[in-house]
């Protein structure tokens, strides 16, 4: 969900932010997703919660509209520039992938002009341990990096390691990298039900201005109409 709201953001900024549904139909993309997912509204609804707790997607409605939209917090949240924004967000979308790969997808979004400039941006990633380089396999010519941003990514049923730590070409075998903690204790999740109130509330609140606006506009309307319908003296 965060790739989508990332990629929509600048492939199809008319559109963005996304409404729940908008959101659910960019998940369930059957182009330019792997794995292919057919997520409903109420799986995706929870995940944009999840987001909001975490900081990384707040909620938002566009002017004169009613539906709940979402946007992404990702520069804020994860601390990160466009480019590398935008690697982050193809790892997300397609799993594991060649820099010569990221290079050519992640165009759209942050053009990237040489494979040098792709591997700066995979290891500032790696340095924050968001991306790490996966081992090459038998008859690869090239290094595989993975998204690690819930933890360990597992996509190709073998454990990776971060960017940093394995040389380019190398074969060792790398050591699973530590889970993210869930910090589920009870003041914990007290605090997320009080987010959770807040957004809704801030979006309440630019729904309600927006009514407001479409109803002043209206009474001028009509002030105007009874104005020019008056019988003259």
């Given at each position: 969900?965060?790739?989508c709201?990332?990629?929509?953001?600048?492939t199809t900024p008319?559109q963005?932010?996304?409404?729940?549904?908008a959101?659910r139909?960019?998940?369930n993309q059957s182009t330019?997703?792997d794995?292919v997912?057919?997520?409903?509204?109420?799986?995706?609804s929870?995940a944009?919660q999840?987001?909001?707790r975490?900081?990384?997607?707040?909620?938002?409605?566009?002017h004169?509209?009613?539906?709940?939209k979402?946007?992404?917090?990702a520069e804020e949240?994860l601390?990160l520039?466009?480019?590398?924004?935008?690697i982050?967000?193809?790892?997300l979308l397609?799993?594991?992938?060649?820099p010569?790969?990221?290079?050519?997808?992640?165009?759209?979004?942050?053009p990237l002009?040489?494979l040098e400039e792709v591997?700066r941006v995979?290891s500032e990633?790696?340095e924050?341990?968001?991306v790490?380089r996966?081992?090459?396999?038998?008859?690869?010519?090239?290094d595989r990096?993975?998204q690690?941003?819930?933890?360990d990514?597992g996509?190709?049923g073998?454990?990776?390691?971060?960017?940093?730590?394995?040389?380019a070409?190398?074969?060792?075998?790398?050591?699973p990298?530590p889970a993210?903690?869930?910090h589920?204790?009870?003041?914990?999740?007290?605090d997320?039900?009080?987010?959770?109130?807040v957004?809704?509330?801030e979006a309440?609140?630019?729904?309600?201005?927006?009514?407001?606006?479409?109803?002043?506009a209206e009474?001028s309307q009509l002030r105007?109409q009874?104005?020019s319908d008056?019988?003259?003296?």
């Amino acid at each position: 969900m965060l790739g989508c709201l990332i990629e929509k953001r600048w492939t199809t900024p008319d559109q963005y932010p996304l409404s729940l549904n908008a959101l659910r139909l960019a998940c369930n993309q059957s182009t330019n997703r792997d794995p292919v997912t057919d997520y409903d509204e109420a799986t995706v609804s929870e995940a944009g919660q999840r987001l909001q707790r975490y900081g990384l997607a707040r909620l938002a409605s566009g002017h004169g509209s009613r539906a709940t939209k979402y946007r992404h917090l990702a520069e804020e949240g994860l601390g990160l520039g466009r480019e590398q924004l935008a690697i982050l967000c193809v790892l997300l979308l397609r799993g594991p992938q060649t820099p010569g790969e990221l290079k050519g997808r992640s165009e759209r979004m942050a053009p990237l002009p040489t494979l040098e400039e792709v591997e700066r941006v995979l290891s500032e990633l790696g340095e924050r341990g968001y991306v790490r380089r996966l081992p090459r396999r038998p008859g690869q010519k090239e290094d595989r990096f993975e998204q690690i941003l819930g933890g360990d990514g597992g996509q190709d049923g073998r454990s990776g390691e971060d960017v940093r730590s394995i040389p380019a070409g190398s074969d060792r075998a790398p050591a699973p990298s530590p889970a993210v903690s869930d910090h589920s204790g009870p003041s914990s999740r007290a605090d997320e039900g009080l987010e959770d109130r807040v957004a809704e509330l801030e979006a309440l609140m630019v729904d309600i201005r927006n009514e407001v606006s479409e109803l002043r506009a209206e009474v001028s309307q009509l002030r105007a109409q009874v104005g020019s319908d008056s019988p003259t003296r």
